[in-house]
């Protein structure tokens, strides 16, 4: 049982003073670490930053320990729940001891160090006062904003370097030949830039339905987030990533469901105009997206195929063996068939193996040569986020961080903005781009975690932070 603390004590416990100084800090060490976490070349800078930002986390995380033991707290026991098990899993029911230790000393180390750090960031957030979150806003969402910024730098130096008898190093540059040093893959980019397209949509969203006419600053506000959001979907359109574009519309499209939802506080040539124009340059991404993967014709008709595993095992030997025709007589599309037939193996080696096998990377490709010992060893990830997870830390590891994940996006109600919106808007992200997208691998894994704490920290009080700050600047 709990003991209970006396009244001056549950006070003082209830009403945590976290420094501006060290928010400050806590900030900027987000910040600079969100830019360069997706940068190899900057690996023991990023080290540097997550072990720095974790212990400077310890201290708003021992400040706000009065909380822990309610009902708020539910999703930091899951994730603290999905870290035990995974060590758990590495003692008692592990395939493969030595890949296992080495992926707790890689994967889940960062992991655990972005975990704490961003739980202690989203608490020292939470307690802000309304004049303290606008100013500390914009650092958080600079910081977010930095991966897209850097790729457009790198962009203009790719394509316009040579115009400008510029010599940029390679580092400073598009990388995509996948056997560079400086190459980034495409998963990370979707990662790490769809959960800030979602927070512009989502700061939008909530600039246009607080008030029923929009001022210059407001305005300025919007013009910003959708120069993100666009940057965003050009970052995408270059990458070539088809989850990333079409995510993105289905982010804009809820955007706009929830826009509507509120139509009464907005004007009608507001509604008219941001509609119109919304949906004329998304669709023309889709459209001009769509002309340059000519997969999208045959998924329908490469998915029944992909989808007949012992007549086309094709998809055992990764491209080996060459690939089947399809109903129109047609060679499969690589993708469409790979992924469908390697999603549908995924569902039969879970619900054979409900624990699962004990690795972030690579559980799928092991658990297909113990099945099928011909498989190629090229082969890796079924490509869905949630079911590789499910295959690496089984049924009781998922539940565990999807848990938390949907009890953090549903407690984002009782906060204040704008942490509000990012929790939703970010975890709605998240949820989505681990369906289809292969990023079960150490830089996204470690992504997903630290949003999810992040939100685990900003959710856990609620409004009692938000209720004390505003008592204690009555009675001044």
Same mark, same amino acid.
């Given at each position: ?21 060290? /928010? ?9 670490? $969100? ?53 758990? *899993? ?7 001891? #030595? ?10 180390? $960062? %992991? ?14 939470? @307690? ?9 806003? #914009? ?5 977010? &904003? ?19 008898? !510029? ?13 560079? =040093?400086? $190459? ?9 830039? !769809? ?48 989850? +990333? ?12 469901? !929830?826009?509507?939802?509120?139509? &009464? ?39 029944? /195929? =992909? ?11 990764? @491209?080996? *063996? ?9 060679? /499969? ?6 992924? %469908? =037939?390697?999603?549908?193996? +995924? ?15 690579? &559980?799928?490709?092991?658990? /297909? ?22 295959? @690496? ?35 709605? %992200? ?10 079960? =691998? ?35």
């Amino acid at each position: 049982m709990i003991p209970r603390l006396n009244s001056s004590a549950n006070t003082l416990a209830k009403n945590p003073k976290i420094p501006n100084a060290l /928010v400050w800090m806590q900030c900027v060490i987000f910040a600079m670490l $969100y830019a360069v976490w997706m940068l190899y070349e900057l690996l023991y800078l990023r080290r540097i930053l997550l072990i720095t930002g974790a212990l400077l986390a310890l201290y708003p995380i021992y400040q706000c320990r009065a909380y822990f033991f309610q009902k708020r707290a539910i999703p930091l026991w899951l994730m603290l729940g999905f870290f035990f098990w995974a060590l758990f *899993h590495l003692l008692f029911l592990t395939h493969d001891y #030595p890949a296992q230790l080495m992926e707790l000393r890689r994967i889940w180390k $960062y %992991a655990g160090l972005g975990a704490i750090l961003a739980f202690g960031l989203g608490l020292s957030l939470a @307690g802000l006062g309304s004049q303290q979150r606008t100013f500390f806003w #914009p650092v958080i969402y600079m910081g977010m &904003s930095l991966p897209v910024l850097i790729y457009l730098l790198k962009y203009c130096f790719t394509t316009y370097a040579s115009y400008w008898d !510029l010599h940029p190093l390679a580092y400073m540059q598009i990388n995509f030949n996948d056997q560079s =040093a400086y $190459y980034i893959p495409k998963t990370d980019y979707i990662a790490f830039c !769809l959960p800030v397209l979602a927070i512009s949509l989502g700061q939008i969203h909530r600039s246009l339905t607080k008030k029923l006419r929009i001022h210059f600053k407001q305005s300025s506000e919007i013009l910003l987030y959708l120069i993100l959001v666009f940057s965003t979907l050009f970052l995408f359109y270059v990458q070539n990533t088809k989850n +990333g574009i079409i995510y993105a519309t289905l982010l804009i499209a809820l955007f706009f469901a !929830l826009l509507l939802r509120n139509a &009464s506080l907005l004007k009608f040539w507001h509604k008219t105009f941001l509609f119109i124009l919304a949906v004329f340059i998304s669709l023309n991404f889709l459209y001009l997206h769509i002309q340059k993967n000519d997969s999208w014709r045959t998924l329908i008709a490469d998915t029944k /195929v =992909a989808f007949q595993l012992e007549q086309y095992p094709h998809w055992k030997y990764a @491209g080996e *063996h060459g690939y089947p025709n399809n109903e129109y007589g047609e060679v /499969v599309s690589i993708t469409n068939y790979d992924r %469908a =037939a390697w999603f549908k193996v +995924g569902l039969q080696l879970a619900a054979n193996n409900p624990m699962g096998y004990g690795l972030v990377e690579d &559980s799928f490709k092991r658990m /297909v040569k113990s099945r099928w010992p011909e498989a190629s060893p090229k082969l890796s990830h079924s490509h869905s986020g949630w079911l590789d997870l499910i295959l @690496g830390v089984g049924v009781p590891g998922f539940f565990c961080i999807f848990g938390a994940l949907l009890l953090s996006i549903r407690q984002a109600d009782g906060i204040v903005e704008p942490w509000r919106s990012t929790v939703f808007w970010a975890l709605i %992200a998240n949820l989505m781009l681990w369906i289809t997208t292969e990023v079960a =691998a150490t830089t996204s894994f470690s992504c997903l975690i630290f949003w999810i704490s992040l939100s685990c920290g900003l959710t856990l009080m609620g409004g009692d932070q938000v209720k004390a700050n505003q008592g204690l600047n009555n009675e001044k």
